[in-house]
């Protein structure tokens, strides 16, 4: 049995790749998070304007503020909903490679349990080869059979 892995090269790949996954859902959820972060600075600002009008100049003004504001907080739900989808996305790929790599690395460790296997196996033998030249040996010395 080949003592090193067979597959190593194609198991740092995995990993590189679980890590190139990693790295883009963690990118995905922090857009996802920062359009929350705006989301929520941009209801806040819309409960902050005011209320009472002096006239119908400033009710006007009042009116096309709110209309803006709530647009744009429209605009970034529906940009908050395609974030949400890109991290669902993300989640999927890092699951993928992340099997990938498990899978792998399972083999590999089943690799390792029949290396040690077969260095115990070459031990005993030089063991039990060592015991039964002695075990001659020690027959010769004492005058053959009994």
């Given at each position: 049995?080949a003592?090193?892995f067979a597959l190593a090269?194609?198991?740092?790949?995995?990993?590189l790749?679980q890590?190139?996954a990693?790295?883009d859902l963690?990118?995905a959820?922090?857009?996802a998070q920062?359009?929350?972060a705006?989301?929520?600075d941009a209801?806040a600002g819309?409960?902050?304007?005011?209320?009472?009008?002096n006239?119908?100049?400033?009710?006007s003004?009042?009116?096309?503020?709110?209309a803006?504001?709530?647009s744009m907080?429209a605009?970034m739900?529906?940009?908050?909903?395609?974030?949400?989808v890109?991290?669902?996305e993300?989640?999927?790929?890092?699951?993928a490679?992340?099997a990938?790599?498990?899978?792998?690395?399972?083999?590999?460790?089943?690799?390792?349990?029949l290396v040690v296997?077969?260095?115990l196996?070459?031990?005993?033998?030089?063991?039990?080869?060592?015991?039964?030249?002695?075990?001659?040996?020690n027959?010769?010395?004492?005058g053959?059979?009994?």
């Open positions: 049995m003592r090193t090269g194609l198991l740092r790949l995995r990993h790749q890590d190139q990693a790295g963690a990118a959820n922090a857009v920062a359009n929350a705006r989301r929520a209801r819309l409960q902050r304007m005011p209320s009472t009008a006239g119908a100049d400033m009710l003004t009042i009116a096309a503020a709110r803006s504001a709530r907080l605009d739900e529906a940009l908050g909903r395609n974030y949400q890109a991290v669902g993300a989640q999927v790929a890092f699951d490679t992340r990938d790599s498990v899978r792998l690395e399972k083999l590999e460790g089943r690799h390792g349990a296997a077969e260095d196996h070459r031990e005993q033998t030089v063991l039990d080869e060592i015991a039964g030249a002695g075990w001659h040996r027959r010769s010395v004492d053959g059979p009994r």
